[in-house]
Structure formats: C-alpha cells, structure tokens
C-alpha cells in the first residue's frame, strides 16, 4: 500500500510555515477583536452598500454556485473524495488530511463564539466566514497533498492559480450574497489560513516520525518547494 | 440599473418594492445602515415602512439554541477571568446582542447596540454618585463612634437614599436598555422620566407595607403601565390599559391557597398576572395576546431552579433559551403592524440606571 514515500518539509521551510501560521492568527484574533467592537463597520458597510448595489440578475446564479463551492456539504465529502485517491498512495497521510478536514469544520463553527456579531442580513453568527475558512483550508491542504506526492510543478502551480481564484470568488460572493461582512470574509481567510498551515506542520511532523522510525526518509533539506 | 433586493436577492427589483418578500428595498437598507449605527442616530427615516401582505396573527421566534449560548458564556468566564473581572461589562453585552439577534419578527431579527464600554462607565458613576456615599455613611460613624441618635438617622437616611435609587435605577435600565435595542433599524427608545416613577414606587412600597402585601396587584400594574407607556417604537408609543384592581381578585386567590397548595398558587397568580399585562399592551392596532398557563409556568420555573442548582450553573444558558422559547411560543401579535408613518426617533440615554442596576445585583426584569 504505501509504496510511495511523501515528501517531508525542511527545516527552514517549517519555520517559515510557522511564521506565517502565526502571523495569520494573530490576524484572526485581530480580526475578531475588530468585529466585536464594531471598530471597522463604517469602512465594511461602505464595501457592502457597493456589492448591494452591484446585484445584477446574471451574477445571482454564479454567485450562489460559488458560495455552494464552500459550503461544508460540499467540501467535506471532496474531503472524502480526496482522501480516496490519496490513500492509494499514502493510506497515512489521506487518513490525516480527512481528519483535518473534519477539524477544520469544527474549528470554523467554533470560532464563532469569539465575536457575536449579526449578519448584514441580521442572522447572528457572522464572524468568520465559516465558508471562506473552509475553502482556505482545502485548498492549502490540496496544494500541500500536491507537494507532499511530487506532483508535477506544472500541476502545481495550475492547482495554486485555481486555488486562488476559488478562495477570491467564494468569499467574493458571500458579501455579495449579503450573507458577510468583509471582515468575516477576511477573517475567515486568515483563520483558514491558521489552521491549514498548522494542520500541514502537524502532518509533516508526523510523517518525519514515520520516516525515521522506518529509518528510511530522505535528509532533511534535499527537496525544494 | 434595477437594484437586487437587499433581504431576498430577488435580482431586478424595478419599483423600490420587491415583488417577491414585498421589502421596501430603500427603506431597509436605509434600515440596515441603522442597524449598524451607534446611539447617536437620531436622523429620521421619513419613508414608509414596507406594507406587506402581512398575516393577522404574527409571532416572535427565538432561533437561539442552548449550546450557542453555553459556548459564549464559556468564553466570557474565560475572558473574565484573564481581565480579573473587567470583561464581565463587555460579556454581559456579548449575551444581549446574541439573545438580540436571534430573536426574530416577521423575518427580520432584533439587533443590540449597547457596549461593554458604556457599561463599565455606567459602572464606575454608579460607585461614585451612590456605593461610595453609602459605604463612607455607613463606615465613618462607627470610625468615630457617633452617637447612637446621629446613627439611627443616617441608617433612616440610608434607607431613605435606597428607596429613592431603586426606582432611579429601575427607570435608567429601562431608558438604556431600549435605547439600544432596534428592529429593521428602528430604534426603540424610554421617555419616561424618574420623578413620577420614584412618586409610584416609594407610594406603592409604603401601601404595600401598610396594607400588609394586599395593594401589590395595584402596584405592580402601576408599576407595568408606566414602563409599558413610556416606551416607544421610533416614533409610536406602546400603550398599557391595565387597572390594578382586576388583579386583585386572583391576587386574593392566590394568598388564601398559599399555603395549601405549598406555595404553588403563586405561578397561578404569576401567569395570570402575565396575561393581563400582555393582553393589555397595545402597539397602535397591534394587540398582544398571551396564552402561558399556571401549570407550565410553574413546571418551567421550578425545574430552571433545580437545573441550575444541580448543574452548579452549567445548565444556565439551557434555561435562559427554554425560558425565552416558552415565553414568545405563548405570546401573540393580533391586527396589523401598521408600520408605516413609523420614523426613526433615537433618544440617546446613559448607562448609568444600567449601572447602578448592576450595583444593587438586581435585573429588576425591565
């Protein structure tokens, strides 16, 4: 079964992950801190005034579509479905990203006991986007299994453009949606962000374990990102 | 360009009306942009307000659920506890606008806009205008041994000085707490001030007492009519037509099964004391009806004790929403809402009747 052997990160490349998975929290936190006490709204009601008035028949349906793209309904099962195809090369590592995605999911719904705020619609639990969280973390997740299997840069690179406009167009389209703040939207990025990279040095960690307790990883530092 | 409907999406809204939720587009993101406004907002919204199809019979629902409120309580005891107690203003915020905001009417939910900020400030005047006095008249005689006669006043004026802040507070909790509560962006407001109610209150207190409890029917609803026709909606007043002495006779009832029935006739009593007050309240052609009963009253009441007593407090969030949930499953909205002609008319109001509330640990239900 696990014939092939993932590809484990260096050790500047984890530090470097880790600054930014700080970073990103911090910028959660921040971002949550902002949304309680209403610091931002003048500047977030300005953005959400532009996207209402942007409302236009032809965009209702593309918007709900991508809106739907990261909904947990959705993401959860290509979780599953991700996993799947992984586990024909590393049954590990597709079992570990299945459970981060169940993490995320929890973590995402959770967070929103930090900042009780009301939608722009009026329902309650704005803050983050629990949408945008959850596409954030999948395609992190995704660019990281990518990595992590040597996938071609080709690939790579088309899964990271591909992964950036999901995320842009998803949260796009919840403060379209009237359904989000910018600031949720943004939070939830930050908060994705946290989580997945996170979630991608628990993994690592884990896999270098299994290598070493195999006695067969490669040394530290002999792959590129 | 035809505007997308702000509430629904419906995408091409041509004449300000959504055909499809029947939402004035203007006037509710005029509404939204309220919503989100401080206290300050006192501009008015001249527009209409949106006449839909509308039912005669309405209620209000909670979408709240134990577990969202457990989860909030469970970072404010952390937040508190890292602050040494200085986030206790902002959480107590934090439950308001959750019960707030999930608290919904005709679609649209119930916002909260007060901060903890205002809170703490209400706080620490309320500790210099009555707890610091109070505390020095109390201490400073028995510092300087005083003599017995000069202590028996200062306790009457003490006393006195209690009576007289409780209606105080009860008024300014009111004026704030409704200051800061809005639906569709209106504001709900208090003008009622505290000299005639601080007239009902220390009246009815000394009646109450003389007439051994037997004036308490006509004083609560003395009580009820003044805090229910003081409040207004925007620009409409509530109206209250209660007279004490329909609730005597209940009243009377109640006392004489006091005892037999071990103190249970009191939610008897307690509910049907609910039902006049719901049932007298009007809102321009909007009537109130009230249907909660003696039997489910008390069921809820005494179980809420038992479960927090034996949860040590855990289940506290659980009986805040049942509680919550009983009472709009039991209240209803008759007659139209009327809604139009109401403008925004925001009264600003301190916090301080909010904090000398808190000061005298009483919630006083207002």
């Known amino acids: ?209 299994a290598a070493a307790v195999r006695g067969a990883a490669r040394p530290l530092g002999a792959v590129g990102g | 360009m035809a505007e997308a409907c702000p509430r629904c999406g419906y995408p091409a809204v041509a004449d300000d009306k959504c055909p499809q939720c029947n939402v004035v587009v203007s006037l509710y993101q005029a509404s939204l942009e309220k919503l989100r406004r401080g206290p300050v907002a006192a501009a008015s919204v001249a527009e209409p307000a949106p006449p839909p199809a509308a039912p005669a019979v309405r209620r209000l629902r909670f979408h709240g659920s134990a577990m969202g409120l457990f989860g909030i309580q469970a970072i404010n005891a952390l937040l508190t506890l890292l602050t040494l107690g200085v986030f206790y203003f902002w959480a107590k915020t934090r439950v308001r606008r959750y019960v707030m905001g999930e ?81 569709r962006g209106i504001r709900f407001s208090f003008r009622g001030g505290a000299r005639p109610f601080i007239g009902i209150f220390v009246v009815g207190t000394i009646l109450t007492s003389l007439t051994l409890g037997l004036y308490y029917p006509v004083f609560v609803t003395q009580r009820q009519a003044f805090m229910v026709s003081h409040a207004y909606f925007g620009s409409r007043k509530f109206d209250f037509e209660g007279r004490g002495r329909d609730l005597l006779k209940p009243f009377l009832v109640m006392l004489l099964l006091f005892v037999p029935t071990l103190g249970l006739s009191w939610f008897w009593f307690a509910a049907r004391r609910q039902r006049y007050f719901t049932e007298r309240t009007r809102f321009g052609a909007t009537r109130f009806r009230c249907s909660i009963a003696g039997g489910p009253l008390a069921w809820l009441q005494i179980s809420n004790v038992l479960a927090i007593v034996l949860s040590v407090g855990l289940l506290w969030p659980w009986t805040v929403v049942r509680s919550l949930e009983f009472t709009l499953r039991h209240t209803l909205l008759h007659g139209p809402l009327e809604l139009e002609g109401i403008h925004q008319d925001a009264r600003g109001a301190s916090a301080m009747g909010e904090g000398l509330a808190g000061l005298l640990d009483a919630d006083f239900g207002v």
């Open chain 2, 103 to 183: 608290t919904e009417l005709e679609g649209d939910r119930f916002a909260y806009h007060g901060t903890g900020r205002e809170l703490l400030v209400g706080f620490a005047k309320g500790v210099v205008v009555f707890f610091i006095p109070t505390a020095l008249l109390t201490i400073l005689p028995e510092i300087y041994q005083a003599p017995p006669e000069i202590r028996s006043s200062l306790r009457s004026l003490l006393w006195l000085v209690g009576l007289l802040v409780v209606p105080v507070a009860m008024v300014g909790a009111r004026r704030y707490r409704l200051s800061r509560m809005s639906w």
């Open chain 1, 1 to 209: 079964m696990n014939a092939a052997r993932p590809r484990v990160l260096s050790a500047p490349q984890r530090r470097r992950l880790l600054t930014l998975a700080l970073a990103a929290g911090v910028a959660f936190f921040v971002l949550a801190a902002l949304a309680e006490f209403g610091v931002a709204i003048e500047a977030e009601w300005w953005v959400q005034h532009a996207a209402q008035a942007a409302r236009a028949g032809e965009l209702e349906m593309p918007m709900r579509i991508m809106s739907w793209l990261g909904d947990g309904w959705v993401l959860l099962p290509a979780a599953g479905l991700g996993g799947l195809l992984v586990s024909r090369r590393h049954a590990a590592l597709a079992r570990s990203l299945v459970a981060a995605g169940i993490g995320a999911a929890a973590v995402a719904n959770l967070a929103k006991y930090l900042a009780i705020r009301q939608r722009p619609n009026t329902v309650m639990w704005a803050y983050p986007s629990a949408h945008t969280f959850g596409i954030v973390v999948f395609v992190v997740l995704l660019l990281y299994v990518l990595w992590a299997l040597e996938a071609p840069p080709s690939r790579r690179a088309l899964a990271l453009a591909a992964g950036c406009v999901l995320v842009v167009a998803v949260g796009t389209s919840r403060v379209y949606l009237n359904a989000h703040w910018l600031g949720d939207v943004l939070g939830g990025v930050a908060g994705g962000l946290a989580f997945a990279l996170a979630a991608v040095l628990v993994l690592d960690r884990r896999l270098r374990a």
